[in-house]
């Protein structure tokens, strides 16, 4: 059962929009209404769906990443730096 009640302004044009669809799928404009709204509601649960789908693939992939077995933990910080010492011992800069 209906107990609640929203009102909202909108434009004529989707007005006119919104009369005639519910005119054309033979049902009432407040049916129509609703229909949209589930309708909208929906999609945005899938959109949400598909973002812990995401999140759970980020999860699965994070786990098969890691550090270089380099043993320098600071190898990210230093590699401009190395790289620059490698590049002087190779051609003798």
């Given at each position: 059962?209906?107990?609640e009640v929203y009102t909202?302004?909108?434009?004529p044009a989707l007005k006119t929009s919104l009369e005639?669809?519910?005119r054309r799928r033979k049902i009432s404009m407040s049916a129509a209404l609703d229909?949209?709204?589930r309708e909208?509601?929906?999609k945005g649960s899938a959109a949400h769906d598909g973002d812990e789908e995401q999140l759970r693939l980020k999860e699965a992939a994070s786990r098969?990443?890691?550090t270089l077995a380099s043993g320098n933990r600071r190898r990210a910080e230093?590699?401009?730096q190395t790289l620059r010492q490698r590049l002087r011992k190779?051609?003798?800069r």
């Open positions: 059962m209906k107990t909202w302004r909108l434009s005639h669809e519910a229909l949209a709204a909208w509601l929906d098969l990443l890691g230093t590699a401009s190779r051609h003798g």
